[in-house]
């Protein structure tokens, strides 16, 4: 019975311990975050360990460039932070989770798809699908409310007072 007693306490004081682990996780994950900026400083962005866009800040040198160029200056950015909150994220879950933390890290990027080229795609490549006007379809009309469905009078009748 004293057997059985002390492995229920060391198996408690191990969930204990890895709670207490996976809570200091939790708040250190919270706060990490990656930013870039590109080489001239007019385009700098925030992101999370994720890969999600946190913040984008446009300077109005931005503005300068083409709508292509301005597009593959924000994706190399955003690609410079998120490498950059990844490294960050392996830096801190590795003194926490030791051996287990290649686990986590495939486990944390199961849905993430890998990052794109750097070099940006060809510009026929970029371009949109002609704009069309909307098919408007018209809606089919109701018929109007038959006239007996009104029974001429109030709904509650007070026949009795």
Known sequence: MADQEARLDAAIRSFQEQAAKAAELK????????????????????????????????????????????????????????????AAMQQTVQPILGDRADQFKEAFNAHVEPLGPSAPPPAESLAGPALQQPVRTSRPTRPAPADDDDFGGPILRRDSF
């Open 27 to 86: 708040d250190k994950i919270a706060g990490l975050r990656g930013s870039a900026r590109n080489a001239d400083g007019s385009v700098t962005v925030t992101v999370a360990p994720s890969g999600a866009l946190l913040g984008l800040q446009l300077s109005p040198k931005a503005m300068n460039r083409t709508h292509t160029a301005l597009q593959q200056e924000i994706l190399a950015a955003v690609r410079e932070a998120t490498q950059q909150a990844a």
